[in-house]
């Protein structure tokens, strides 16, 4: 199967989504930040401390083009499909949704997280800040849009509908 990617801001249910909608269409869903933990043998947090965010970017940048056929999902951590190229790497290998959950709710849900070093660094005014910055980037590097306001599990259903339909209409194509 070609792979799905989704993005969009820390908290939007990424993750969380990922896992439900694998299961739904039997596959399997790598969560690329537990992905990175893993080579790195340390956790976000001391990636982000010991070896600074370039580096820890530069892991997602090479973990994302690692998996551009997996052959499932991919649950991208919140900073990985900003840059053109990681955008251009993920929307030309298969279909990439962004969760467009609103940043209230994303807050709410990452605020003091010890586990994501931004979050946990930042002020809420900085963080509406990056999430203002980012949101066009998710939406330009992206298929699909999915509404975040809603349990996981619709959203997982919604991106299965979304994803049959993708690979009929490029089935439809050849
Ligand atoms: N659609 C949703 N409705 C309610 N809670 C959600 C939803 N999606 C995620 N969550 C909760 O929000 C938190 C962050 O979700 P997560 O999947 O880790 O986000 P991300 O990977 O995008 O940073 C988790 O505690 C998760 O249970
Ligand atoms: O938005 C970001 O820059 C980050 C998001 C995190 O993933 P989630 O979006 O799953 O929290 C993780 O990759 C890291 O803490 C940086
Ligand atoms: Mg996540």
């Given at each position: 199967?070609?792979?799905?990617?989704?993005?969009?801001?820390?908290?939007c249910g990424k993750s969380t989504v990922g896992r439900i909608a694998a299961k739904?269409?039997?596959?399997?869903?790598?969560?690329l930040d537990d992905y990175i933990e893993e080579q790195e043998g340390m956790s976000i947090p001391v990636i982000f401390e010991q070896k600074g965010e370039p580096y820890f970017r530069e892991k997602e940048t090479q973990a994302l083009a690692a998996f551009r056929?997996?052959?499932?999902?991919?649950?991208?951590?919140?900073?990985?499909?900003?840059?053109?190229?990681?955008g251009e790497t993920a929307k030309n290998a298969g279909m990439v949704v962004f969760i467009d959950t609103?940043?209230?709710?994303?807050?709410?849900?990452?605020?003091?997280?010890?586990h994501r070093p931004i979050a946990a660094s930042s002020t809420r005014e900085q963080l509406k800040a990056r999430f203002d910055d980012r949101h066009p980037k998710y939406q330009a590097h992206s298929h699909?849009?999915?509404?975040?306001?809603?349990?996981?599990?619709?959203?997982?259903?919604?991106?299965?509908?979304?994803?049959?339909k993708f690979i009929k209409d490029m089935e439809g194509q050849h």
């Open positions: 199967m070609i792979p799905i990617f989704l993005c969009g801001f820390m908290g739904r269409l039997k596959c399997q869903c790598i969560d056929d997996i052959g499932g999902i991919v649950a991208t951590g919140g900073g990985a499909l900003l840059s053109d190229l990681n609103d940043f209230d709710t994303c807050y709410d849900r990452i605020k003091d997280d010890p699909f849009t999915i509404a975040g306001g809603y349990p996981p599990l619709v959203i997982a259903v919604k991106i299965e509908r979304l994803y049959r």
